[in-house]
């Protein structure tokens, strides 16, 4: 057996026999519309998104990425930690 020929067995057993050129295609995803300043506010003011921004944080002694909540609170993107909002 050929080098050659020995390659193509190989690829034909992972990849498989060439399902992948025919047959259903899926359906085009759609995409979600982009917000404008508006929605955005709105979105943020419902408390159904919430703002990100770096900040300290008490439990990975360093700065990272929060999620930043609507009563000031914050929690950790990187351990989870929730700290109290600035009164």
């Known amino acids: 057996m050929s080098p050659r020929t020995a390659a193509r067995a190989v690829r034909a057993f992972v990849r498989g026999p060439g399902r992948h050129r025919h047959g259903d295609r899926p359906a085009p995803i759609e995409l979600p519309a982009l917000l404008d300043e508006a929605d955005v506010d709105q979105l943020l003011a419902d408390?159904?998104?919430?703002?990100?921004?770096?900040?300290?944080?008490?439990?990975?002694?360093?700065?990272?990425?929060?999620?930043?909540?609507?009563?000031?609170?914050?929690?950790?993107?990187?351990?989870?930690?929730?700290?109290?909002?600035?009164?």
């Open 47 to 87: 408390g159904d998104i919430e703002a990100s921004e770096c900040a300290p944080c008490p439990c990975c002694a360093r700065t990272t990425f929060h999620a930043m909540h609507t009563d000031g609170s914050r929690t950790c993107w990187t351990c989870g930690t929730t700290t109290a909002g600035e009164q």
